[in-house]
């Protein structure tokens, strides 16, 4: 299995095969609202404005698993995202990434590239996957990572 082999429902509720970026490099991101690490949320436009062209995707996903800081609706998720950071990279329906109601597709990304320590669980929101155009999980970024530090990992997936 792969990343291509998942499906997720996009913010309009619509059901998403990501097979639809195969061949594609990927970052996926938890992401919340009320959080710290939010401002990234520019930093994540950034690289997709960036890196577009080259076929970089960002793909965000709001999780409230983490001190409640995704309350919102997922209408009330993208007008926040839009209007506050012109967020324009494909977001999907709050999701859980830890616990037994975790997404499938997050139960894949800690299982492939665990964190420190080798624990799988995610520790808070905007932890970032790098995924290369063949699907596989090629690394796993802690929340605090800022999103520019990433730009040098993509390049080379990019190639």
């Known amino acids: 299995m792969n990343v291509f082999d998942f499906s997720a429902t996009a913010l309009d509720g ?17 992401t919340a609202s009320a959080c710290g ?5 520019k930093g994540l436009e950034e690289l997709y404005r960036q890196y577009g062209e080259r076929g970089l995707v960002v793909l965000g996903f709001p ?18 995202c839009e209007k506050n950071y012109g ?3 494909p977001m999907f329906a709050k999701v859980d990434v830890n616990g ?16 420190v320590l080798g624990t799988e669980g995610i520790k808070w929101n905007f932890t970032k996957f790098l995924v290369g155009r063949d699907g ?17 990992d993509i390049e080379k997936l990019l190639g």
């Open 136 to 152: 596989e999980v090629a690394k796993r970024y802690a929340p605090q990572t800022n999103p520019a530090e990433i730009a040098g």
């Open 14 to 30: 619509q059901a998403v095969s990501l097979d639809r970026y195969r061949g594609k490099v990927l970052l996926i991101v938890n």
């Open 37 to 41: 690490f939010t401002p990234q949320y």
């Open 87 to 89: 967020v324009s990279f």
């Open 100 to 115: 037994e109601g975790a997404h499938p597709l997050f139960q894949h990304l800690k299982g492939e590239k665990p964190g």
């Open 63 to 80: 999780c409230n698993q983490f001190g409640k800081q995704e309350p919102g609706t997922e209408a009330e998720i993208g007008a926040f």
